[in-house]
């Protein structure tokens, strides 16, 4: 596996980022070249078990022959690897245990896979003219036949922050998550806005609060459906709450020793952290690293 490009004495990538598999994109473009691929005696087609990538007791994804080659997904050193199309996944919370089983190394494919295959079961129809559309490029894109518009996944940025003040987090819980469960506050990025607007945005409106010195941190593609969190840290310039009861249950500070306690598992805890397949998570480690130098 190549290199993360982050820095030493971080934490590792967040969850779903790494490598991953080839994407090839030349091949993508080369028709030629992506039959080829279809024909090749090595290829492998991705099993899918109630709409979702299936995950075995080793935690690795599951593979068998090519025989629905709709989707090229890369390659694994020279071994081509597809996927069938698929329905959109149903119930997204409830897929999120099986998730947690995932071997770290997978998971990057189960994320472009997840998200693709998605994207075609909601985008059938060409949405410039309305007439039914063909997946070309290997299914990395959607041509249609009558104007020959052509549209490419869509990916929706997410900002996921951290607020500090003296030395104190700022975390909140939203109502579908478990008891006693506290995470960073996040927020879609809107039209015309940049990311620093955004987290402003978002910690003013949930939190009441104003912040300062903005700072990204890392970047998590989440593919429930498909969207790219971006995790970034700000400074408050005061603790003075002001909780949108809408958009979360509660939201308090917590000091450097509480969320050390909490990533830690203690069971004297005060809070329960969020799991390790969330950005929230990298987010907490890497600011506990951060300020222990």
Known sequence: MPPSGRNAGLPPDPFFSGAGLD????????????????????????????????????????????????????????SPRFSAHQPAV???????????????????????????????????????????????????????????????????????????????????????YPPNRYSALAGFVEVGESLEAAVARELHEEAGIRVSNVTYVASQPWPFPSSLMIGCTARAATRDLAIDTTELDDARWFSRAEVEAALAGNPDAVFLPPPRTAIARTLLEHWLLEEGR
């Open 23 to 78: 994407r090839a994109d030349l091949m993508r473009g080369d028709p030629l070249a992506l039959e080829k691929l279809k024909g090749r005696d090595d290829g492998l087609e991705l099993v899918w078990a109630d709409g979702l990538p299936a995950i075995g007791e080793d935690g690795r994804l599951q593979w068998s022959a090519a025989e629905h080659p709709d989707l090229f997904l890369g390659l694994d050193g020279d």
């Open 90 to 176: 149903g119930d997204v919370r409830a897929a999120f245990a099986m998730v947690g089983l995932l071997d770290p190394v997978e998971a990057p494919i189960y994320a472009a896979a997840l998200s693709l295959a998605g994207w075609h079961s909601r985008h059938g129809f060409c949405a410039s003219c309305g007439q039914p559309s063909d997946a070309v490029r290997g299914g990395w894109s959607r041509r249609c036949p009558g104007c020959s518009a052509e549209h490419f996944p869509r990916v929706d940025p997410v900002v996921i922050m951290l607020a500090e003040h003296d030395g104190d987090l700022l975390l909140g819980r939203q109502p579908h």
